[in-house]
């Protein structure tokens, strides 16, 4: 274990880092949010878009958050306010740290809906259901109070549980052995999904572009969903950056890091979108497709049974790689800033989450009728972080160390006190002083109406 000369924990390997860095960006963002996105916004444009959104404005902040971290070695807060003294430039941390409860809400209340998928598909739930029986059976579930609320518990619980044992012990171990497994399943089941009668209408919707899907609301969309996939724009790679040791590649790991969670992303859209046209179910179902078409698939494979349970738990322990580092971020924050002890942060944290967890997950059964400018408290918290808090954060992030940060200080994070080349510098100081900047504004501001 490695210990900063200020006695920080940190990660203690490049293996570690990459492991965990990745490990927060792929997660239900992925396999759950990914493709019930695109499902809503019309299929290949959206993709398109999403892709040259991850290029030329995901990886650029990511690595911008590094920088921070590093420079900063702080939380998402702390950080912003060693780099800057005395300036306003922390309200971007605060921001996050606002932005990590509502993630968090929600992030729980479909981590315990993945919960209680394992325990279903373990007492053989989907066996002879076909489309609809297996759509009535997650209607049921999650318009009920009891069991998605107790699933909700569980899972903060277990996410707390993991930040308590501290950021090496259980972040990088808990990081690293699972993500290869995830990957492999997923290829099993892209290739039963497109190998379904009809699975070509599915891959046409998903590959072959129809622009005039795209407007205003579908770009924010994609802007919203590269930044949540990747994790960034609230501080989770702040934080993270600020354990990462002097000696690592800051650009590699962002190269890395996003074309990983790309390839995921991209084989959930592979294994998902062939069924739901096979199946005849509907690509713009919400946030329940995935539990809705996936134990098609599994019903139609050779051992599905066992492939199911696998495949829902890796899909939960993804999840809880990621919701760790949203809980970071307010628990780094407490303990460095407010000097709280780790455990008193953690316990408090959870537990504010999982409060405003609860009215998320009964939005969609008890309180279903609450509707805030057309949007339940789930679509409400969502839209809010990952459409509106996530952008303007990633904005800020690529302002802050385009444009205030010295470009000395940037050049010497990036390439490690001069030691490595970064040949891509010049074009990077591009990136963010103008052209990231420019194109987050315009999506964002367009969307809400400003421009
Ligand atoms: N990226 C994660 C996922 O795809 C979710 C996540 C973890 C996240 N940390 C974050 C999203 C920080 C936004 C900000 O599941």
Redesign the pocket.
């Known amino acids: 274990m490695a210990l900063e000369k200020d006695g920080r924990d940190g990660f203690t390997s490049r293996f570690g880092i990459i492991c965990a860095a990745a490990g927060?960006?792929?997660?239900?963002?992925?396999i759950w949010r990914f493709p019930y996105v695109v499902g809503e916004s019309g299929g290949g444009a959206f993709l398109l878009v999403y892709l040259g959104f991850i290029l030329l404005l995901g990886i650029p902040v990511m690595l911008s958050e590094f920088v921070i971290g590093r420079r900063g070695q702080r939380n998402a807060l702390g950080s912003f306010k060693r780099l800057a003294p005395g300036k306003p430039w922390y309200l971007v941390g605060v921001m996050g740290i606002v932005a990590a409860f509502m993630?968090l809400a929600f992030?729980s209340t479909i981590a315990g809906w993945t919960l209680e998928y394992v325990v279903k598909s373990l007492t053989n739930s989907f066996a002879d259901k076909d489309a609809s029986e297996i759509n009535r059976l997650f209607v049921s579930f999650h318009t009920q109070a009891f069991w998605p609320l107790f699933w909700q518990i569980i899972f903060m619980g277990m996410t707390a549980w993991i930040i308590l044992s501290g950021v090496q012990k259980g972040i990088e171990r808990y990081a690293k052995i699972l993500m290869p497994f995830l990957i492999l399943l997923l290829i099993i089941m892209a290739i039963r999904s497109v190998t379904l009668p009809g699975a070509g209408q599915g891959l046409s919707f998903l590959f072959r572009p129809d622009f005039s899907a795209l407007n205003s609301r579908v770009m924010l969309a994609a802007l919203g969903q590269a930044?949540?996939?990747?994790?960034?724009?609230?501080g989770?790679l702040i934080t993270y950056g600020s354990y990462i040791q002097k000696q690592n590649n800051l650009g590699n790991i962002s190269v890395e890091v996003s074309l990983a969670d790309t390839l995921i992303a991209l084989l959930a859209g592979v294994a998902i979108f062939p069924a739901v046209f096979a199946f005849g179910l509907d690509p713009a179902d919400g946030p329940g497709l995935i539990f809705t078409v996936l134990p098609n698939i599994f019903q139609q494979m050779p051992g599905g049974y066992f492939f199911a349970i696998i495949f829902f738990v890796l899909l939960s322990i993804a999840a809880l790689t990621?919701s760790i580092?949203?809980l970071e971020v307010v628990v780094a924050y407490l303990t460095e800033e407010l000097n709280m002890t780790r455990r008193k942060a953690t316990i408090m944290a959870s537990i504010a989450a999982t409060f405003v967890g609860v009215f998320c997950t009964l939005s969609f059964g008890a309180l279903g009728n609450i509707s805030i400018g057309g949007l339940s408290i789930f679509g409400l918290l969502d839209f809010t972080a990952s459409n509106l808090l996530?952008p303007l954060g990633g904005l800020l992030i690529v302002v802050f160390v385009g444009w205030y940060m010295k470009r000395s200080d940037v050049k010497d994070e990036i390439s490690n006190s001069g030691s490595l080349k970064a040949r891509f510098f010049d074009a990077l100081m591009f990136i963010l002083k103008f052209v990231a900047p420019v194109a987050i504004a315009i999506v964002l501001f367009d969307s809400l109406g400003i421009i």
Do not use: E, Q
């Not at 930044?227 to 609230?234: A, E």
């Open positions: 927060s960006a792929i997660g239900l963002g992925n993630i992030y930044f949540f996939s990747l994790s960034i724009g609230m989770a990621s580092s949203i996530l």
